[in-house]
């Protein structure tokens, strides 16, 4: 049985690094193997995206969309996942549910900017549910069922003409 201060690798199967700058007898002597001159001779040099003056490829490729930076993210929760947690007893049902009431009982992991029902699914309970927004579909799904769903949304600007 050998000991832990007795192992090591297969015979060949590791080698030794390669020390340069040693002489020219090393065969890594002088340049290091980095021919002469120049800042890619130098350390600590990475031109990133450079292609010998060739267009780059992150320059030749099309732009495109636009990512807006006010976009609200939500926490999208569909209605067959509300009547999950309300027959698990997770949720119940006879209590008002709002965003508090959904991350405790794990329906959602955060708020984000806030939670969106969307209308996936079948609700046999009745719930009175206070959200950001809803869909449609969603809306009618909860009052169908007998519940209310409360939208915190604010309504859309009306332009005057």
């Keep these: 049985m050998t000991k832990l201060n007795e192992l090591a690798p297969r015979e060949g199967s590791t080698k030794g690094r390669m020390r340069v700058g040693r002489g020219p007898g090393s065969g890594k002597g002088k340049t290091s193997g980095r021919g002469v001159k120049g800042q890619k001779s130098r350390t600590g040099v990475a031109i990133a995206g450079f292609e010998g003056g060739q267009m ?3 320059m030749r490729m099309p732009k495109r969309g636009f990512n807006n930076p006010f976009a609200k993210e939500f926490a999208e929760v569909n209605l067959w996942r509300l009547e999950q947690a309300v027959a698990a007893g997770k949720l119940d049902a006879k209590k008002a549910i709002d965003a508090d009431a959904l991350l405790a009982a794990g329906v959602i992991r955060r708020k984000k900017d806030g939670v969106k029902l969307l209308g996936k699914g079948e609700l046999k309970a009745k719930l009175d549910i206070t ?3 809803a ?3 969603a ?3 909860v009052e169908a069922a007998g519940g209310k769903v409360s939208q915190t949304r ?3 600007a009306q332009a005057e003409a």
């Design 135 to 137: 869909t449609p579909s």
């Design 56 to 58: 780059p490829l992150h």
């Design 154 to 156: 604010p309504a859309p």
């Design 131 to 133: 959200v950001y927004a």
């Design 139 to 141: 809306v009618k799904a």
